[in-house]
T-cell receptor, first 109, second 117 residues
């Protein structure tokens, strides 16, 4: 079966750095997405990785290793507004998005 | 760019009535649109995928006669929840993709919170 694993919840301190990991097993691979979802709101797109390596976008970076079936989202200089759920999703060979359950990130002052 | 809107943002209806939710891509043409449902503290659940001008493809366990989807144009898809019941109360979110089959980033609408009394 297809499976996406990410931690259920993480806690970090304002101003710090946090890394949210995602491992996946899917039938085929056409890219991995990270979305941010604040409570009660719809997801917003953060990043897309299809090749191995690190993609940096401001305070947020996303890394992919296809051979290991692994990705992480790195958030730097954490702000209180970064408190949200972070969803990892993999596009399989049929271009279907397989969603992880999300990681709830709690930022403390 | 890539803005998706949904209307209404929230709706309360009586059991047995039907509710229509609209999803629009405002600044791009969406060949494929997706409808998701999300219960509190749970992950997104894909309900169906629709391509403009063709019938929607429903996920296993989703009743096509209960959740009617119409993707009439490249900028509009509608989801109609027919004969709604309290168990249909949920957060319904659409997303849109430029390319056919969704082989592209999905951009999400803000969601519609449905409460069935």
């Amino acid at each position: 079966g297809q499976n996406i694993d990410q931690p259920t919840e993480m806690t970090a301190t304002e101003g710090a750095i946090v890394q949210i990991n995602c491992t996946y097993q899917t039938s085929g691979f056409n890219g991995l997405f990270w979305y941010q979802q604040h409570a009660g709101e719809a997801p917003t797109f953060l990043s897309y990785n299809v090749l191995d390596g690190l993609e940096e976008k401001g305070r947020f970076s996303s890394f992919l290793s296809r051979s290991k079936g692994y990705s992480y989202l790195l958030l730097k200089e954490l702000q209180m507004k970064d408190s949200a759920s972070y969803l990892c999703a993999v596009m399989d060979s049929n271009y279907q998005l397989i969603w992880g359950a999300g990681t709830k990130l709690i930022i403390k002052p | 760019g890539a803005v998706v809107s949904q209307h209404p943002s929230w709706v309360i209806c009586k059991s047995g009535t039907s509710v229509k939710i609209e999803c629009r891509s405002l600044d791009f043409q969406a060949t494929t649109m997706f409808w998701y449902r999300q219960f509190p503290k749970q992950s997104l659940m894909l309900m169906a995928t629709s391509n403009e001008g063709s019938k929607a493809t429903y996920e296993q366990g989703v009743e096509k006669d209960k959740f009617l989807i119409n993707h009439a144009s490249l900028t509009l898809s509608t989801l109609t929840v027919t004969s709604a019941h309290p168990e249909d109360s949920s957060f319904y979110i659409c997303s849109a993709s430029r390319l056919a089959g969704g082989s592209d980033t999905q951009y999400f609408g803000p969601g519609t919170r449905l409460t069935v009394l």
